[in-house]
Nanobody, 123 residues
Framework: QVQLAESGGGLVQDGGSLRLSCAAS????????MGWFRQAPGKDREFVAT????????YYADSVNGRFTISRDNAKNTVWLQMNSLKPEDTADYYC????????????????WGQGTQVTVSS
């Protein structure tokens, strides 16, 4: 069974940067594509970014493309989300997720989820 734990959330000013980490345990990390999703109060969970098993393929939501970077280190069983030029509309709970083999933008296709970490961007 795969367990995921996010960290690195917090309060940051408009235009600032933050790096989220997701530590995985159980399973074979290198066989899972990883994703980041976020959910603001009263809104649906939305796709942010995903990365393939080797880190070669990455995909981003239009709303974060050019500002956020997803990366992974299979030797450390860790995936990161580097967030730059943060905006108040980025405020949400951010979730790390894992699925077998292939990247996906659909939250329902992911098998394992972390508990989330809060990101608040002040204006």
């Amino acid at each position: 069974q795969v367990q995921l734990a996010e960290s690195g959330g917090g309060l940051v000013q408009d235009g600032g940067s933050l790096r989220l980490s997701c530590a995985a345990s159980g399973g074979t990390f290198s066989t899972f594509a990883m994703g980041w999703f976020r959910q603001a109060p009263g809104k649906d969970r939305e796709f942010v970014a995903t990365i393939g098993t080797t880190g070669r393929s990455t995909y981003y939501a239009d709303s974060v493309n050019g500002r956020f970077t997803i990366s992974r280190d299979n030797a450390k069983n860790t995936v990161w989300l580097q967030m730059n030029s943060l905006k108040p509309e980025d405020t949400a709970d951010y979730y790390c997720a894992a699925r077998k083999l292939f990247t996906s933008r659909a939250s329902a296709s992911y098998d394992y989820w972390g508990q989330g970490t809060q990101v608040t961007v002040s204006s």
